[in-house]
């Protein structure tokens, strides 16, 4: 997956008839309960999209989101981006009939 997160935050989970590969930040200790994070900056971007993303979309304040992969240049140590998703979000007018 790009390198991005270790393998280990990532589990192969079933949708339909194909599998994907699901970023799991952080899980609960199977003894204690407690939630233990994996890996920080996965932890950071899922709590960016679950409580920022997520309740904009809920709030239907969100109209666009750019998503940026980037990596460090090899020589200029300058961030490139290597793939960018965007998304644009329409709402239903409650209005409408």
Do not use: C
Request: net charge negative; charged share 25%.
């Amino acid at each position: 997956m790009r390198d991005i997160f270790p393998e280990s935050t990532f589990e192969s989970k079933a949708y339909g008839n194909s599998n994907f590969q699901q970023l799991v930040a952080a899980a609960p200790d199977k003894e204690t309960g407690q939630i233990e994070i994996k890996n920080q900056d996965a932890f950071v971007l899922t709590q960016w999209l679950e409580q920022g993303v997520f309740d904009a979309l809920t709030n239907e304040y969100l109209k666009a989101i750019r998503f940026y992969v980037l990596t460090k240049h090899p020589v200029s140590g300058e961030l490139i981006p290597i793939e960018s998703y965007e998304f644009k979000m329409t709402y239903d007018d409650d209005d409408t009939v």
